[in-house]
């Protein structure tokens, strides 16, 4: 097993005594119900604040998409189905946890948060570096929620975030597809949605105090792009899944042994779906076919890699 993959089992194995954690899960299996036992663990481990130089530090461990991650390697660590999909999970994490400053607590964390919160002036930023179409996403979604923008209004700045820190083997993702496969766009028929009526109606005068049918406020929010609701966002989710899925399928059957150029975010759908699938073959077959440096610098890919290579052997 690789070291960064080690690291990673570390995170998830090293809990203390948990008050029957596995054993719940044991009894549960793939229910939903065990991936919320293990976020009420996981999150109990976690520092509630980091600070320095007297300003408070953004805890990564409790970015939603972290915890996601690390529920994930719980579940497949223990060879048990992972119950929720990304989005399912993304949500029902906002329905059943507070979050502060875009990190998720317990609620008897939240109030010690809030207290060393009230006593600096500048909420912790969480270093957003676009390096990857999964990093991009992220930084559209953070974008678009704060301002939900034209395709015009947006390239220019997403264009500024494409720099030298772009991964060597990820190819590189236009911004019409990405938005096209995760955000929605207002085409003015019907009212305007809320959350572009809410920032319009905050940054421009003239249109606040409007219905979401004015006219003058459908004008301005005409082809706006914008974070879909939940809902909206697991119909998303599936769709990309599919069209990911379907372009693993070419990167399965591509003929040589090397892929010099790929989405990342296709080989973990690929790869995931391919555990799901137990077809761990795939998985070592693929990741035999990149590069050994973006093998070793990503640390999904690697996790899957690591986990079907164990399994292979405990099946030899």
Known sequence: MSPNAVKQDLVISAYKPNGGLEQRLAERGAAPESAWDFVQTHLRQLSVSKSHNGLLEFVLERDPRRIYDRMVAWFV????????????????????????????????????????????AQAPQMEMFVADERSAIDWLTDFLRKRPSTYQEVHPEFTTQLGAGWKKHETRPELSALLDDNFLRYDASGDVPSQ??????????????????????????KDRWYVPDPGKAQDLEQKREKTLLKEFEAYRDAPGRR?????????????????????????????QKVPEEALQEDEKLLFWYD?????????A
């Open 259 to 287: 892929l010099k150029e790929f989405r990342l975010e296709v080989l973990r759908a690929g790869f995931r779906s391919a555990w799901a699938a137990k077809d761990f073959k795939t998985i070592i077959s693929i990741a």
């Open 196 to 221: 572009i009526h809410n920032y319009l109606s905050t940054n421009y005068h003239d249109l606040r105090n409007l219905e979401k049918s004015d006219p003058r406020l459908k004008a301005k929010a």
């Open 307 to 315: 986990s079907a290579l164990t399994r292979m052997e405990a099946n």
């Open 77 to 120: 660590r223990h060879d048990v189905p992972v119950p929720l999909s990304t989005e399912e999970f993304l949500d029902g994490l906002r329905s059943r946890f507070p979050a502060r400053d875009g990190m998720v607590f317990l609620p008897e964390q939240v109030t010690e948060y809030d207290r060393k919160r009230a006593q600096v």
